[in-house]
T-cell receptor, first 109, second 111 residues
Framework: KQEVTQIPAALSVPEGENLVLNCSFT??????LQWFRQDPGKGLTSLLL?????REQTSGRLNASLDKSSGRSTLYIAASQPGDSATYLC????????FGDGTTLTVKP | DAGVTQSPTHLIKTRGQQVTLRCSPK?????VSWYQQALGQGPQFIFQ???????QRGNFPDRFSGHQFPNYSSELNVNALLLGDSALYLC??????????FGPGTRLTVL
């Protein structure tokens, strides 16, 4: 059974700081891994999708990496802004998707 | 493109009742997945529909059932509601193993 863990559960940083969010999974037989952000009470917004054959993906200030052999992915956020405050979720897709419980990020002005 | 839409936005039911939630996928997508999200937790996979058939199912009882129509829209039905069914229900659409896009969700409250 696939298990996905996200550490830390919560993170508070001052504006402008670079930060890394972690996602680990137990079964490396995956199709892809996707990072999302979720604002309180809202749906999920897709940030980045990494296919199993890829090592990283970049979009603006975001960079996600994937190491299937070690069962790890990281989401790097550069020059954080207050608008980045949200919960960040990773999902591992192997037919059915398994989510972690997320990291709640607060960026202080 | 309207993206993924879900209805209704909010719903209040009492224990033992039945509920139907609806989802319209993003244009060009043929696969719909449903998730249940409890407060403070990540979404839990309920099931996935493709070509009008249930292709994958998570660890949910048979009280949870679904349907996909020829236009790829989908319904989630929950029978004999329990207090523990109160959650945010999310629908996601994709094109097979590609990127999933989520709707805004339906907030179900069971009293």
């Amino acid at each position: 059974k696939q298990e996905v863990t996200q550490i830390p559960a919560a993170l508070s940083v001052p504006e402008g700081e670079n930060l890394v969010l972690n996602c680990s999974f137990t079964d490396s037989a995956i199709y892809n891994l996707q990072w999302f952000r979720q604002d309180p009470g809202k749906g999920l917004t897709s940030l980045l999708l990494i296919q199993s054959s890829q090592r990283e993906q970049t979009s603006g200030r975001l960079n996600a990496s994937l190491d299937k052999s070690s069962g790890r992915s990281t989401l790097y956020i550069a020059a954080s802004q207050p608008g980045d405050s949200a919960t960040y979720l990773c999902a591992v897709n192997a037919g059915k998707s398994t989510f972690g419980d997320g990291t709640t990020l607060t960026v202080k002005p | 493109d309207a993206g993924v839409t879900q209805s209704p936005t909010h719903l209040i039911k009492t224990r033992g009742q039945q509920v139907t939630l609806r989802c319209s996928p993003k244009s060009g997508h043929d696969t719909v997945s449903w998730y249940q999200q409890a407060l403070g937790q990540g979404p839990q996979f309920i099931f996935q529909y493709y070509e009008e058939e249930e292709r994958q199912r998570g660890n949910f009882p048979d009280r949870f059932s679904g349907h996909q129509f020829p236009n790829y829209s989908s319904e989630l039905n929950v029978n004999a509601l329990l207090l523990g069914d109160s959650a945010l229900y999310l629908c996601a659409s994709s094109s097979r193993r590609n990127e999933q896009f989520f709707g805004p969700g339906t907030r179900l409250t069971v009293l």
